[in-house]
């Protein structure tokens, strides 16, 4: 069952409703993902969470069954536009995927999914969302 902070998805939305605050790109990427996989999860296979270097946090809860990603959310308490739109992306790229084709998912992707549309100063928000990622796969690995 998953759960869904109100706070979180009302600034979520709140972003969501101001695309001059990022690029194009990047507002209609978290604009339209954001909602479907927003949100913490109360039973996930396996979770993460980092904090990046300028303060933001990153979660991802991830249901794998047969080594397939069969759901997943991310979640960010103190992440600016950038931060949502880079988690948004990397869950809508891994869901459906193997745990293998997963880990292709690379900060380079989610830049060219955002059509480099992240500023220079919010490029690391790519590097966060996919090291929390892949520090929840490498927790699932290491259940095996």
């Known amino acids: 069952m998953k759960k869904k902070s109100k706070a979180s ?13 990022m690029p194009s790109a990047v ?12 949100g913490r999860m ?3 296979s396996v979770s993460a969470y980092l904090k990046g270097i300028c303060g933001d946090d990153m979660e991802f809860y ?11 959310q991310f979640y ?8 949502i739109a880079c988690g948004s992306t990397v869950a809508q ?3 459906g995927k193997s745990i293998d084709e997963a880990m292709s998912i690379s900060p ?7 059509n480099d549309g992240l500023p220079e100063n919010h490029r690391h928000c790519a590097i ?9 796969i490498a927790y699932y690995l290491l259940q095996d």
């Open 93 to 95: 790229l891994a869901l």
């Open 27 to 38: 507002s209609k990427s978290y604009a339209s993902r954001t909602a479907k996989h927003f």
């Open 42 to 44: 109360n039973d996930p």
């Open 62 to 72: 991830i249901v794998i069954t047969n080594k397939i990603i069969t759901d997943i």
């Open 76 to 83: 960010t308490q103190m992440g600016c536009e950038a931060t």
């Open 9 to 21: 998805f009302k600034k979520v939305s709140a972003l969501a409703k101001n695309p001059k605050a």
């Open 128 to 136: 966060l969302a996919v090291s929390t990622f892949y520090k929840a």
């Open 108 to 114: 380079q992707k989610i830049l060219k999914a955002l």
